[in-house]
């Protein structure tokens, strides 16, 4: 069955006017109707067909469709009353559009005696029309007049698209064909504002095919049923199942807030602000019920139009909210508030914020409903829901929609807050058990950087630069397992323990050793509150200037990269060791040269490990950003952070430290073998004054002859040979010490009036900065710093 052109139908008139009243087009029903053939009329005012005295009621501005009886002429003279629908049919060029006149001729019969019309009016239920073979309309119901607002008797031999130029009636024609073709029925979903109706409803069309005895296709039925509840009911659900799904996505109270707003439109408004309660000093808990005027920054808002142009408030501005307002009285009420937007009110807002006034009459906001955000007997702050495209109030159903979603909101809201702030707590507690500032040493030039976890929060991530006796330097990286406070505070004990065992001057493996015993005692006791066991990679590295080795040891660690002065960077080879907290397994030590100008990169595994690449390509990565020449450390940081990390950070927390080492010069070093003789005391003190002679440091020589003096007669007294003394100085310090091979180690005591000795100890103490001893494979080694800026 081919389409036919309802234009071209003779059985219904149809002619188009423009928007100036001059007609467009004729065919051949309107010829039939009014004898004037279409080079007659086309071209010509369209008001010069009606009858003296017979204009009409022409439609009102803003109108698409007009019905109604007119008194045309008829070519011959006499006057011919018929009934006319008209509707405007859109442009496509945006323009002003033209008027399509339909006036059935070929009504057919009254559908009493019409079987189709009969059959299908006493089987359905709903709004029912009956169309024919060539898609004309034989009858409707007076459910289905009323829903398109027309008198039924008027439209029988009209098709849809004489109905009316909306896209949904040229759907409504094609489906009809299709289901005319081929003989199956047709669902159909549109939303159709009745008349008298204030809103539009969903509406559920069948299109059932009407067949004769022999079960040839006769004619279509459609009948719509009026499905709007359960239609709101879905979407409803379907709100709901989006904001368990959408909000709550990340741990950060702005995003959440954001994800509530965009949920929320254009679903259930046009816009849609949250404001939220500032944190309470101390980190109390906001009161149950804040009094007016309630201080609250706006988090985040969403409109229908791009920008959110009828915004008042900026995301992060603060405003306050006197009584009477919506923001303040739900939240003094506790409950959802909705509302109108009366006259009086605006009124009455005026004086409080004439800005907002203007919104609401510039953009037509006719409904508000604001609703608390509460979780856990807190209140957090409130969302406001508002209408002004959608020119519907709210519901009861949709008061319990807002609170049912933003019920789900407060409480991802509280949880990002609760948090954030532990986060900040734990991230703060970091901070300050983290080294503020690496302190400045001879042997090397040292930059860090720590950055925590963007998502998985601050874990147990450290790093140290420790000065040492004998201008040495230890550098320490580690990596406590697990995140939060318990991690952090985890990290603060080992690096305390490992300041400790620094200062007593332990080998790499031996301090590694010590560290993991105390990881295995930190476990025990952790497991008996069930917190888990403790667990922590290390590696320590320890460099002398002088003779510019440095010694290495790990336990689970990456090992570091080593960039000299004229090569690529490569990792360093050390042995492997078992993390800190296995116990019983020992640990081992490497020492390599380094040339002064070497650059050493400690880091743990977040820098180079990620999801998306393993520990090896992130290594990879690691030695190309380090190769880049002529950099300062910081920069040199800054770019492996770059390359390495992506834009929204990294998923574990991040230790970074650069070394770049420096050498002693021979010329600030001297050394002496000084034989068990009481008597060379003072020839030894003769040559450290001649010594710091040539080294222009003669404002240290008093406090350096007798701290020798002291250092070398114990050494004679108490010690075993070979003894020897070493002076070592830079721009600020200058170094003795003391070696034998004994292995017993001095100590200050408080002399009585009656002893003849005690006291020299007690002197060097008080003329250096520090001293100390440390013990060495031979025996030990008993040291003194002077600082030469404070001699000066």
């Not at 602000?273 to 969403?302: F, I, K, M, T």
């Not at 030894?684 to 002291?710: G, I, N, P, Y």
Request: aromatic share 4%; glycine share 8%; proline share 8%.
């Amino acid at each position: 069955m081919s389409p036919v052109n309802p234009f071209d139908d003779a059985a219904t008139a149809r002619a188009v006017v423009d928007a100036s009243g001059t007609l467009r087009e004729w065919n051949e029903g309107a010829r039939l109707l009014l004898g004037h053939p279409s080079a007659e009329v086309v071209g010509r005012p369209a008001a010069g067909l009606l009858a003296d005295g017979h204009g009409g009621t022409p439609p009102g501005p803003g109108e698409d469709r007009w019905n109604g009886t007119l008194a045309l002429r008829h070519r011959d003279g006499h006057t011919v009353t018929v009934w006319v629908l008209a509707h405007r049919r859109p442009a496509p060029d945006d323009g002003p559009g033209t008027w399509l006149a339909v006036a059935p001729l070929d009504r057919g019969p009254d559908h009493p005696d019409d079987p189709l019309v009969r059959a299908a009016l006493t089987q359905s239920p709903c709004a029912t029309m009956i169309f024919d073979d060539r898609l004309r309309l034989r009858g409707a119901n007076d459910a289905m007049a009323r829903l398109i607002g027309l008198p039924a008797d008027r439209l029988r031999g009209l098709r849809p698209t004489d109905l009316g130029s909306r896209p949904r009636n040229a759907e409504l024609e094609q489906r009809l064909r299709q289901v005319l073709d081929t003989g199956r029925g047709y669902d159909m979903h549109t939303h159709l504002q009745a008349t008298g109706e204030s809103r539009a409803h969903a509406w559920h069309a069948r299109i059932a095919p009407l067949t004769d005895a022999e079960g040839r296709v006769r004619g279509v039925c459609v009948s719509a049923h009026d499905f709007t509840e359960q239609h709101l009911a879905r979407e409803r659900l379907h709100l709901v199942n989006e904001a368990s799904v959408r909000i709550g996505t990340t741990l950060d109270v702005t995003r959440t807030a954001q994800e509530l707003a965009d949920v929320c439109v254009p679903t259930l408004a046009d816009f849609v602000s949250v404001d939220l309660l500032d944190p309470q000093e101390h980190g109390d808990e906001p009161p149950a019920v804040p009094a007016p005027p309630v201080g609250l920054r706006r988090a985040a808002h969403r409109s229908v139009n791009a920008g959110a142009p009828e915004a008042v408030a900026r995301p992060g501005q603060l405003d306050f909210y006197p009584a009477g307002s919506p923001q303040a009285d739900c939240l003094v009420a506790g409950r959802a508030i909705v509302a109108a937007v009366p006259s009086g009110d605006l009124e009455r807002w005026r004086a409080w914020d004439p800005v907002r006034v203007r919104r609401v009459e510039e953009y037509g906001i006719h409904a508000t409903m604001s609703v608390p955000l509460q979780a856990r007997g807190t209140t957090l702050g409130v969302a406001v829901f508002t209408r002004f495209r959608r020119p519907y109030p709210f519901t009861d159903d949709d008061r319990l929609l807002a609170e049912e979603v933003t019920a789900r909101a407060a409480v991802c809201i509280d949880n990002a807050r609760r948090y954030s702030r532990e986060r900040e707590t734990t991230l703060t507690l970091q901070r300050s058990l983290l080294p503020r500032w690496l302190p400045p040493t001879a042997a090397v030039e040292a930059a860090s950087r720590y950055l925590p976890a963007a998502r998985s929060g601050v874990g147990g991530d450290w790093f140290d630069v420790i000065p040492l006796s004998g201008m040495r330097v230890a550098m320490v990286v580690g990596d406590v397992v697990g995140h939060g406070i318990q991690a952090s505070a985890t990290m603060g004990r080992l690096r305390t323990a490992v300041r400790t065992l620094a200062d007593i001057d332990l080998p790499p493996d031996e301090l590694l050793t010590h560290l993991d015993d105390l990881v295995v005692r930190l476990s025990e006791e952790s497991g008996d509150e069930g917190t888990g066991e403790v667990g922590a990679t290390c590696l320590y590295a320890v460099y002398d200037p002088v003779s510019r080795r440095c010694s290495l040891a790990r336990a689970g660690h990456p090992p570091p990269v080593l960039l000299p002065p004229d090569g690529p960077p490569a990792l360093v080879e050390l042995p492997s060791a078992p993390p800190l907290g296995v116990g019983g397994l020992p640990f081992e030590s490497a020492e390599l040269e380094l040339r002064e100008g070497s650059v050493l990169a400690f880091y743990t595994d977040g820098l180079v490990e990620s999801r998306d690449r393993d520990a090896e390509a992130g290594q990879a990565l690691l030695r190309e950003a380090l190769a880049a020449p002529g950099r300062s450390l910081d920069a040199l940081c800054d770019r492996v952070l770059h390359a390495l990390l992506p834009s929204g950070g990294a998923a574990d927390d991040v230790a970074l430290l650069l070394a770049r080492s420096r050498g002693l010069p021979a010329g600030q070093v001297a050394t002496w073998d000084i034989p068990a003789d009481p008597s060379l005391v003072a020839p030894v003190r003769k040559q450290v004054v001649e010594q710091l002679s040539s080294w222009a440091l003669l404002e240290a020589s008093f406090t350096a002859e007798l701290v020798v003096s002291e250092l070398v007669t114990n050494a004679i007294r108490y010690g075993s040979p070979p003894i020897r003394l070493r002076l070592i100085h830079d721009a600020s310090t200058l170094i003795c010490e003391v070696s034998d091979t004994s292995h017993t180690a001095p100590h200050l005591r408080r002399a009585r009036t009656w002893d003849e000795g005690g006291r020299g100890l007690l002197l060097v103490a008080q003329l250096t900065q520090r001293w100390g001893s440390r013990h060495t494979a031979e025996g030990k080694t008993i040291w003194a710093e002077l600082g030469l800026l404070d001699e000066e």
